[in-house]
């Protein structure tokens, strides 16, 4: 039995190395996003194992033409990681109501919208759901309210389906800190400094695999006593005392 996933926001950063990560361990992955796929996720969709819907996690049509996708074609699935997100950073006063509004459709309803399409489906392997949260739905810089807003949101809505979805389907999230995403050529053309790393407890800023590898544990056979929890990775730098000398 080929375990079977769907991964939001998989072009690019987190969402791209999770599914580089299941197709490695032999699985089979239903992908939506905005952006085009990348190169390295192309020879999995010609092989059939990548189903990518060119398609906004936040639309609900889109939502239900992916879990369609995967149900004809596999008709199992075992766990959904809902990762798509993004930040607009602006001082409230700035902020338009279209701009709050797409932020929540986003990262937040989009959460909604799959888990509920993927109910049935998930039940009936006891499959689990992954939410990728934020060290920001407890803490802040100023203006990004919309972006922690939907974090704090996720928060409560992972143990929230925890209890409702339970027993047949667990519920998770994890809470990255910094992870750095960025491509190669821009991490060439503006490398990190030594700081960035320093100030964090573990020496160094967060990779995608840092979360990517949590993904797989709570996908495995040895998290089954775990639901509506959340895992913050941030290499310790939540649990600093930051008041200034
Ligand atoms: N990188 C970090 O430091 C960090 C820290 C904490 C939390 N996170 C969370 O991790 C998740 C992934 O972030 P990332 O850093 O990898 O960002 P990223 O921008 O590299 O990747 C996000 C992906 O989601 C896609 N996406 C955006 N809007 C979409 C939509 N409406 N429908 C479908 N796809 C859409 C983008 O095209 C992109 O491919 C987000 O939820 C983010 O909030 C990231």
Redesign the pocket.
């Given at each position: 039995m080929i375990k079977t996933y769907i991964v939001?926001?998989?072009?690019?950063?987190?969402?791209?190395q999770i599914t580089l990560d299941l197709l490695k361990a032999g699985s089979q992955v239903g992908v939506?996003?905005?952006?085009s796929l990348p190169d390295d996720l192309k020879s999995a969709e010609s092989e059939g194992r990548l189903i990518f819907h060119d398609?906004?996690?936040?639309n609900e049509s889109d939502v239900k033409a992916l879990v369609r996708k995967v149900r004809e074609r596999w008709q199992r699935l075992d766990g959904l990681v809902n990762?798509?997100?993004?930040?607009i950073r602006k001082p409230i006063k700035d902020l338009s109501l279209e701009e709050w509004q797409k932020v929540l459709?986003?990262?937040l309803t989009?959460v909604f919208l799959f888990a509920r399409e993927t109910q049935t489906l998930l039940s009936k392997h006891k499959g689990s759901i992954i939410n990728?949260?934020?060290?920001?739905a407890t803490q802040s810089e100023a203006n990004t309210e919309s972006?922690s807003a939907t974090?704090g949101a996720i928060l409560a809505l992972t143990h929230s389906l925890a209890i409702s979805l339970g027993p047949d389907i667990r519920v998770n999230c994890i809470?990255?800190?910094?992870?750095d995403?960025r491509s190669e050529a821009e991490k060439k053309k503006e490398p990190l400094k030594r700081s960035d790393h320093e100030q964090h407890p573990v020496g160094r800023v967060?990779q995608?695999g840092d979360i990517s590898s949590f993904v797989q544990f709570l996908f495995g056979d040895h998290s089954g006593f775990i639901t509506g929890q959340e895992f913050v990775i941030d290499g310790g730098m939540s649990k600093k005392m930051i008041y200034e000398e």
């Open positions: 939001t926001g998989a072009s690019s950063g987190i969402g791209h939506i996003d905005v952006k398609g906004d996690c936040s990762n798509a997100g993004f930040m459709g986003t990262n989009s990728i949260c934020s060290t920001r972006y974090k809470s990255p800190g910094w992870i995403v967060g995608p």
